[in-house]
DNA sequence: TTGAAAGCGCTAACAA
DNA sequence: TTGTTAGCGCTTTCAA
């Protein structure tokens, strides 16, 4: 596949010969090398913007030995994280002059660490970006270690502290929801918790118990149930709700991991008489297109993953490559009709 | 942002030197060249294995004037479309030895070739996949084709035989929709229509008139309304089903451009008591998880996202420069609660 | 502030 | 079937 009839693209040297200085100068003028006369940077200009020249990517990173590349992850399952993710991700790069690298990660084959060698690795990526749960791939994180790629984690479980992370402020969006069912008369609460390998399904959680505790309740109000996997979420939010209401029957509010389980458990109020949020309150986390669809309308917690994947792409190009620090993004309590919000 | 300490990785010379042949026909076996003697294959690939060498892409693509990239956009709005889009164009990309760059597209600032030439122009991309509405930017087509650069456009609007373009078969699709009404004993139906800007609102609308006619009945039992945007899709569908209620009161059965104008049109049935799907059947399209999801879960019509975005790679690295051809990819109707399926 | 020369790691074209 | 040579279009290093 090679374009055959492309107008030979103008190159340092084109642009150089016609601005009449050496191509070295071309290259610091397009590097905003700040040693360049100003004359002979307005002259270059001139003939950089009259031939539409841009710089050979593959050219520069050959002899830069740094390809300007970021590369990610996208999941073989269908879902809003990834896409706003790479949406965040492709916004940053673009920003510092870097371009997005996008490889399709097999969940159910989960050799990533292999799937790396074969594949990206020869795109010689600067940089990494891996959203859970590649993020608490080990195998991965040593195979990049060892070719000195650096990378940035997105929420991870596993040893938090070995590279620079990014981690969405849950505990901080369960105790403002906390708050919010508290003041509307709630007192008993049920979790569903999410997938055991999400740190943030421990971490949520264990944010509401501490939350309702400090509002004057306490851990026994909380009755958590991990999830009774039923094939997609939404089927497990229902399938687990009708455990959880039959062990303890006197929840008035259940909190999910995510909004798809909220969903489930909707669904189960409404097949049985159950008003929402009259007879029960149900809340979600992630603000996914799946809440504001609900009905009613979900409340939920918002995590910035457009944000979160900017963070991440601003540590990779900035941070000094031993850089290991925890990057905070604020979340954001959303009320909708499920909790009675107006 | 250079990462220091990276090993050097393997070359092709150091493979050649370790396996005692020259640098050219290491070249060959990593490329699969035929005239390679298999004593001679096999030590090669020994020693590749050994030093787990892989070759560098900027290297390659520098000597070869081929980028082995294949690029691509996200919009600025969540949407699922984008991330299936992704998760195929990646898939087909790692089975043919090319990887996915991709950029995000700013609806708002719509002037893609601006944007294209200012930073994916870099990249020399070998191919470029155009979902909409970027597949309709004319001034984007005219870029990419001055710089030689190829490309495939799913479901374009415009000019559809100026490259090769993939779609989805919307109408049949519609008309199996069709056909399910009709059994079901609806007469008259309702149809809110999608953007102006994407072919497929009036093939989908056509398509429903055409089906309705060919069942016995005629294009004046079908009514459509363009879409009465009140900021977000669901909150359209809400307040377009209004009008179209109000317009044609014996409609029984809505049938929506997406998924998310069927989740409003849902919402208004709630709010107005009308049982679902006894009173009004209500149908989408797209099957995302807004279908399964809503309460009565949507019946609706399933495009293949993924398989098209491999198509379009496929179509991509393996057609001759100046295919012109039409890629039809079939869709698939999904019965469910909210037209009375089981 | 500018330029010249060398070379990044690969492939194309040719020769043996 | 294999090897040699000469670049691809940049940046690096060093010199002017």
Redesign the pocket.
Known sequence: MKNEDAR??A???DVAERAG?????V??V??EH????DT?RERVKAVIAETG?Q??LA??S????QSYLIGTFVADTASLYYSELARGAARACRALGYHLVTEEFDQRNPVAADHYERTLRQTRCDGMILPPPLCDDLALLDALERDGVRYVRISPMLDPDRSVAVFAHDADGVSQLARHLWEKGHRRFGVINGPSNFASSATRRDALIAAVCALGGSASDVTASKMLWDGTFPATGYRTAAQLLKDAPDISAIFTFNDELALGVLGYAHENGLRVPKDLAVAGFDDSDASSFAWPSLTTVSQPIVDMAVRAVQALVRDSPHARRRIECPVRLVIRASTGGE
Request: glycine share 0%; proline share 4%; no cysteine.
């Open positions: 030979r693209a190159t340092l040297a200085v050496s191509a070295k100068t290259s610091r397009v590097n700040p040693s360049v006369r002979t020249f710089l050979n050219a520069r050959l002899a830069a030995s």
